[in-house]
């Protein structure tokens, strides 16, 4: 059972949220550099030195294009 509290809160955040947050990683130890998800990403998140990192992850709109192209599997985007 929710308290007032938790229903409110369940309430308002149906309401007012008029927008999704992403985070977005990269693990640097699978990250072979192939450089796609630059290459690729649609609004620009990525940027690279040795390897890809978020450079604008603010930017990302989760369409998750960069997850189905690494081929290292290194990048994961969870909506927050």
Same mark, same amino acid.
């Given at each position: 059972?929710?308290?007032?509290?938790?229903?409110?809160?369940?309430?308002?955040?149906?309401?007012?949220?008029?927008?999704?947050?992403?985070?977005?990683?990269?693990? /640097?130890?699978? $990250?072979? !550099? &192939?450089?796609? *998800? %630059?290459?690729? @990403?649609?609004?620009?998140?990525?940027?690279? =030195?040795?390897?890809?990192?978020?450079?604008? /992850?603010?930017? $990302?709109? !989760? &369409?998750?294009? *960069? %997850?189905?192209? @690494?081929?290292?599997?290194?990048?994961?985007? =969870?909506?927050?």
């Amino acid at each position: 059972m929710r308290t007032l509290g938790e229903a409110w809160k369940a309430e308002v955040g149906k309401k007012y949220k008029t927008f999704e947050v992403y985070l977005v990683h990269i693990d /640097p130890d699978r $990250c072979d !550099g &192939c450089e796609e *998800c %630059v290459k690729m @990403c649609p609004v620009d998140v990525f940027d690279m =030195t040795n390897k890809a990192y978020p450079a604008r /992850p603010q930017n $990302c709109m !989760g &369409c998750g294009t *960069c %997850v189905a192209l @690494c081929k290292s599997e290194a990048i994961v985007i =969870t909506e927050i």
